[in-house]
Every structure is written in C-alpha cells, then in structure tokens.
C-alpha cells in the first residue's frame, strides 16, 4: 500500500502531538509510581546509587535486628545478675542468723541432790546399781559410746565422759548428774547404769546451726540454677558464653561481651558448706567473707554488662539514622516531585489541546482545494 503523504504543516503538527502524549505518559507514569528513576534507563547514574545506597540501608537494617536481639541478651543476663544477687543477699542473712544464734547443748540431768560425795563409787551412791552396769551414750549422726559406771567413783565417770568426743558431764550446784551433747543435737542415752541414774532417754532440748547449713546449700543450688536459666536464645553470659554484636555490614566493626560463669563453685566463690561446718564461729565469718566477695564480683560484672549495653544502644541508635539518612539520600535521587509533576501534566495536556487545534488548522489548508469543484 502507497504511503499517505502528509503535508509539512500536517506532519509537524502530528510529530508535536507525538511528543506531547510520550510526555504525558511519563509524567503519569511518575506521578503514579512516585519515582522520576524507575529504571537504569530513566537515569543510570542515580538509578544504580540509589539502588547502593538502599541496599546499604537493607543490610543496616538487618543489623538493627541482630543488635536488638542483642540487647535483649544483655538485659536477660542483667536480669540474672539482679536476681542471683537477691539470692546472695539471702545466704548473708542465713549466715549472720546462724552467727547470731548460740549453740546450746542437749542436756539429760538426773534427780538433784543424788549425789553426795563425788569420790563415792557409782554402786555405792546409787542403789540398784551393779558393778557390771554400763550405759550407751549417741550423739546424733555418730556412734554410741559405750561407759563402764558401777565400779568407777563417780569423779572418775564424770571424767571419762568428758573425755568422749562431743559430750561433756558435770555435777551440777544442784548435786545432779548432767550430760550434755556440746553440739546441741539430739543426744540419746540408755543401757541398764542409765536408767538407774535416772539419764536415760532421747533429748532434744538444745540448739544447733544444722537448719542454717541446709537453708545456705539450698541457696547455693538456686543460684546455679538461675544462672543456667539466664539464657537468650541460646546465649547465656553469666554461663561462660560469649557475644558479638557487629555493627556494620563488613563485620569490620564490632564488639565482643565476654562471659562469666557465676556459678557458686565458679566465679562466685561460695563454697559449700558440710556438717557441723557452722559451729565454728570463725567458719562463719569466713563464709560471710566469701558472700561479700562474691557481691562485689556481681555488682563488677552487672557494671561491665551496663557499660556494654549502652555502647549496644549507641550504636543501634546511630545505625537507626544511618538508615535514615542511606534511605533519604536514595529518595533524593529517584523520587519524583509531585508539584513539578501535576505542573508539567498540566501544561501537557494545555499543549496536547493546542496541537489538536494546531493540527485541525493545517488541514483546513487541503480542504480548501474542495471548494475548487
């Protein structure tokens, strides 16, 4: 098919046209999308740094995630710390409570005023007594002893108990026999020479520090436990783990928070105590001595994980407008003008009506020849 030949006038008119509705569809097309940088072809150059610097952004802003985690690790650890101390401060109390609580024997006394002359032999001074005769003599948690009494002068039995581990005898200003566990646990007697004196039985009348050491173990068994408990997602610093947090996309910047073990047979020091252990009140001095210790070594460490913490939150709150700034630098680069673009559509579409006008007019000039025939 013939091409259709259009005049200058005509053709110059359409080519404007053309032009004008290319246009306008990219002005549409950047209003509608928001960008003026839809593509490598729009505008290389800021295409491909806008695209580094968002992709800079993405990286950063997985970053934000990882060290908010990372916090959270801190303040789990933090949180422990707290409360191991509140644990501790208890086991201090236990122990100043032991401390201040005496140690009073158990005691069995015979009938006052039975005995008269201590260099008396036991048979003699007792009736009903044989020279045989024997009695049993326990202390809690230990062996019997066993005493001779019916032909010892009753000095000489006195002298033998005192001799045994843990138990004492006398004569009281009452002129009775007195046994007593020093412990102060229970103490129990028998065998036939003790019924006939009259000191036979199972006697708990005294005090000891045994609930003391069994309340501190326990809390050295909370505490291990709590420490093991303090953990974040795997990670636990008060259990020997270490942390690192990085602070920018090349791991070139970072930070490492190095574990502790605060474990009672670790990093805190408190030894466990074993029976009997706070008799001595010297052993519980130098227990409150390991407690305090063990206090100064929390409060160093919860002062180390708060100096860390808040380089973390410094840094993630810069990291924060980095991204900000990353994101607007890109924006700058490819975001359209929104007011510049509703005026150029405006004056589009006032060209596009001109050129139908325009265009109308040039044809006019052909129709003319009509008016010839």
Known sequence: MAEVVLSGAIRSNLLSMQ??????????HRMSTGLKVNSAVDDPTAFFQARSLNTRAGDLNNLLDSMQQAVNTIKAADEGLTAIQKLVENAKAVANRALETPIVASKSEGPRQA?????????????????????SIQLEGMSAYSVAVGDKTISALVDEINGLSGVSARITTERSIMIEADDGRTLTIGGSAAATLDVAGTFTNGTNRDKFE??????????????????????NLLGGDDLVINFNETQTSQITIRGVNMKVDEDLAMSEIDDRYFEDDANLRATIAEIDAATRTLRSQASTLGSNLGVVEIRQDFT??????????????????????????????????????????????????????
């Open 115 to 135: 005995v008269t002359d201590e260099t008396q032999t036991a048979v003699a001074a007792f009736s009903g007594l044989a020279s045989t005769d024997s009695m």
């Open 214 to 235: 069994a309340d501190y173990n326990e809390l050295r068994i909370q505490i291990d436990q709590l420490a093991g408990d303090a953990n974040y997602q795997g990670v």
């Open 320 to 373: 924060d407008k980095l991204v900000n700034t990353l994101e607007g630098g890109a924006a700058d680069l490819t975001l359209a003008d929104t007011n510049e673009e509703g005026a150029n559509l405006l004056a589009l579409q006032t060209r596009q009506q001109l050129a139908s006008v325009s265009l109308s007019l040039a044809g006019q000039a052909e129709q003319n020849v009509l008016r010839l025939f």
């Open 19 to 28: 032009n004008t509705a290319k246009l306008l569809d990219e002005t549409q």
